[in-house]
């Protein structure tokens, strides 16, 4: 357990040397004062708005931002999770390691961790900046802000452990924009299957369920907006917001949680098992 931590902590230090780090710096922060300046503007600019409305018009756009930092902490993970396996077994790094009794799946169990660790540290600062910007600006706070960025970190632990699968079996590079095509191929199908949702097509709406299935970063995404959104504006606006893909309107189940975990488990063992099998 020892080399496993140590690899992990190893692991967060080379992410913070990374020039990917300062580029997710620089988005993350010109982000969170863009949105400062929209979230400052909406209760200015629109005057007439019902309590109601301007509740709905901070959760949308709050979920809104919320996809742009997951989108960042995506990049940001799947861009690391490349160069991590394959980057140091094309450099002849994983060899030189492995050289001391030290085992692959140590390696790559600590490296996963650190991955992780720095994934969901990611969106709980940046995550929670964002929640203190809305609060002070329009005076809204989430039901549920704490599930909703357990889950928005549960996201990027997902994406990055599929990042570490295709790392061990194509180039850091070609990983990297797999995992990020993957991700947005997901949140596509889960638009489209809202869409067939609201107008009751069960076919449409069945491309949604399958893709979150296979990829659960929509589903996981999915509950988080449900987290940081008022429930009460579902019955309020029920129809007019029927099929927004920034508002979700039902809770994930346990089971769905489940098998986000067990898919999680599943892909991180592939990913062993590649890696063990692997020529270095």
């Known amino acids: 357990m020892s080399i496993v931590l140590t690899v992990a902590g190893l692991t967060l ?82 060899l030189a390691m ?43 706070w989430p039901p549920d802000p704490l599930t909703g960025l357990v889950l928005l970190a549960g996201q990027a632990v997902a994406l990055l452990t599929l990042g570490l699968l295709l790392s061990t079996a194509i180039s850091p590079m070609a990983s990297g924009i797999v995992a990020v095509g993957l991700f947005g191929a997901t949140w596509i199908a889960g638009v489209v299957g809202g869409v067939g949702a609201a107008l009751g097509n069960d076919s449409v709406r069945q491309v949604g369920t399958v893709s979150q299935m296979l990829l659960p970063t929509d589903g996981l995404w999915r509950g988080a907006m449900r987290a940081f959104q008022d429930p009460a504006l579902l019955s309020q606006f029920g129809e007019a917001v029927k099929g927004h893909p920034f508002l979700s309107k039902a809770p994930l189940t346990g089971a769905y949680l489940v098998w986000a975990v067990v898919w999680t488990v599943l892909v991180l063992a592939l990913a062993g098992l590649a890696f063990q099998r692997r020529d270095l």
């Open 13 to 94: 230090r080379e992410s913070a040397r990374r020039r990917v780090l300062r580029s997710l710096a620089v988005l993350t922060v010109l982000l969170l004062s863009l949105s400062a300046w929209g979230f400052s503007r909406i209760n200015a600019e629109y005057e007439g708005l019902t309590s109601g409305e301007s509740r709905l018009a901070a959760s949308i756009v709050l979920n809104l931002v919320m996809f742009g930092l997951s989108l960042i902490a995506a990049l940001g993970t799947a861009f690391l999770a490349g160069p991590t396996l394959a980057g140091e077994a094309e450099s002849g790094i994983a």
């Open 98 to 140: 492995l050289a001391r009794p030290v085992r692959r799946a140590q390696i790559l169990l600590g490296k996963w961790l650190g991955l992780a660790a720095f994934g969901s540290g990611f969106v709980a600062v940046a995550g929670t900046a964002q929640l203190v910007i809305v609060k002070v600006t329009t005076g809204y």
